[in-house]
């Protein structure tokens, strides 16, 4: 259908994509000229008959509204062939660009135009389960701190970065250990049957891991041996992947560890108070010398003890340490827990090359495309669903007319306008927020059938998500 397509999004919070206000980002494209978007702005007034001056998502979402949000989104609406939406689940989202710049090294810009694939799915799915769900969601946001640009928040050092061994050395020991160039991840990939193999889920039941906030209490609590963690009575749940005798206590091959003589109860996912302060190669971090008896980011003001912020390190007591990634970088003088392969090595340190390069080039050119925004690629992909004589947006900062040229070529016009002052966006907006919001409580298990069922013909295909219950039947089709 040609003419002008008015796009907004919901859910957008730069690359602040793990732990944030909202676990999903939508960005929504309609095509009705500006009589029949002022026709249907009237008519949910009339339905919703509130006094607010401009109506937003929230409106439609509200109990007492809801038949004004059924007609909205049904088939008798004024939506039906003429809108879509594209949903991303910014932890997969997240999750696909550690595979794009970690494992593969994609090169900038290359990367932009990347989407998660069957690897990243079956990382993310297998993340919460081998590092533990807390611990996956802190080594996520530290990879956006290592990306991260403010002359505010430093972020993160590669140096910083690469001492988390306890992630990273079974991360790349997944893609280095198969012909695949996947390893044992590639058995939690769903395009291979479900979850199976030494990371299957202990209850035999496909599906078990719903999106990235799954629980770990969904992981058989029988669960012991050198993987275990905490007890149930410390957080109500046990490791994972101890029912797999590959794992068991003096077992060879990759993730081999000492015998629980040698080591106690901690496993070769032990946090990184196992790993030896003398390291070297790519995950070495400062000597205990260099950096006395507090965290490697204690010289970074916003990372001092007793500091309150997101990235906040360990006191040197550890009992002042808060923030959600506080346990990241505290180190002790016991060994290795085991020696790491020469390939999951080798990938470790050409990673760490690459994003140092990367990490220099996106500070010393802020105009750049950040490539941890979803923003960025969903608009690209709205477009390129919809092939528009013209784009209409709601004003975003972000999209920089540099930003605009990389994304879209330079023959490309976006015209920005206020959503309060053009129907057509404003449609949009309500198509955006609703979407991201009952996708939102389906990923937390508490979706809403009926509405998710109206929804689903307007998500276009190249939504970045994977959730079981959303994918009975594709996207787009009624």
């Not at 949910?44 to 509200?62: D, F, M, T």
């Not at 975003?396 to 879209?408: D, E, I, K, N, V």
Request: glycine fraction near 8%; charge should be neutral.
């Amino acid at each position: 259908m040609p003419g002008p397509l008015a796009c907004d999004e919901s859910g957008s919070e730069g690359d602040n994509l793990v732990g944030a206000n909202t676990a999903v980002f939508a960005h929504a494209g309609v095509r009705l000229d500006t009589s029949a978007a002022s026709a249907c702005v009237a008519e949910l007034r009339a339905r919703i008959r509130s006094p607010a001056v401009e109506y937003k998502a929230n409106h439609l979402l509200r109990a007492k509204n809801r038949a004004a949000l059924v007609w909205f989104l049904g088939p008798s609406g004024p939506l039906v062939d003429r809108a879509g939406v594209l949903l991303v689940d910014k932890a997969l989202f997240l999750t696909g660009k550690v595979v794009d710049l970690l494992v593969d090294r994609v090169s900038y810009p290359d990367c932009l135009a990347r989407r998660p694939d069957s690897r990243a799915e079956a990382l993310h799915r297998a993340g919460p389960h081998f590092a533990g769900e807390r611990r996956w969601g802190e080594f996520l946001r530290s990879f956006t701190a290592l990306l991260h640009r403010s002359p505010r928040r430093p972020g993160l050092t590669p140096q910083q970065f690469f001492t988390q061994a306890d992630v990273l050395v079974p991360l790349a020991t997944f893609f280095t250990t198969s012909g695949e160039g996947m390893g044992p991840v590639a058995d939690f990939s769903p395009r291979h049957g479900g979850a199976t193999g030494p990371f299957a889920d202990p209850s035999g039941a496909q599906g078990s891991t719903r999106g990235p906030l799954a629980r770990m209490s969904e992981v058989d609590d029988s669960a012991t041996g050198p993987l275990a963690g905490p007890s149930s009575a410390e957080r109500g749940t046990k490791a994972p992947l101890t029912h797999v005798s590959e794992y068991q206590d003096n077992t060879a091959g990759p993730l081999a560890s000492p015998s629980s003589a040698e080591r106690g109860t901690r496993g070769p996912l032990a946090r990184m108070s196992e790993v030896e302060d003398s390291a070297t190669g790519p995950l070495a971090g400062p000597s205990r010398a260099e950096r006395g008896t507090k965290a490697p980011l204690t010289h970074v003001s916003e990372f001092q003890d007793n500091t309150t912020g997101p990235l906040a390190g360990p006191s040197s007591v550890r009992a002042g340490a808060t923030g959600p990634l506080a346990d990241l970088f505290a180190t002790n003088d016991a060994p290795a827990p085991h020696p790491m392969p020469p390939a999951a090595e080798e990938l470790l340190a050409q990673a760490r090359s690459h994003l140092t390069a990367l990490r220099d080039r996106l500070h010393s050119d802020p105009a750049l495309v950040p490539p941890l925004d979803p923003l960025m690629p969903a608009l690209a992909d709205t477009i390129t669903h919809w092939h528009p004589t013209t784009v209409i947006h709601d004003e975003q900062p972000s999209l920089t007319r540099a930003r605009l040229a990389t994304l879209l070529g330079p023959a490309r016009s976006i015209h920005f306008v206020d959503s309060r002052t053009d129907p057509r966006v404003q449609i949009a907006d309500f198509l955006a927020g609703t979407a991201r919001r009952l996708a939102e409580h389906t990923l937390h298990q508490h979706g809403d059938a009926q509405l998710m069922e109206l929804l689903r013909p307007y998500v276009l295909p190249s939504s970045i998500w994977v959730e079981e219950g959303m994918a009975a039947r594709p996207f787009g089709q009624r």
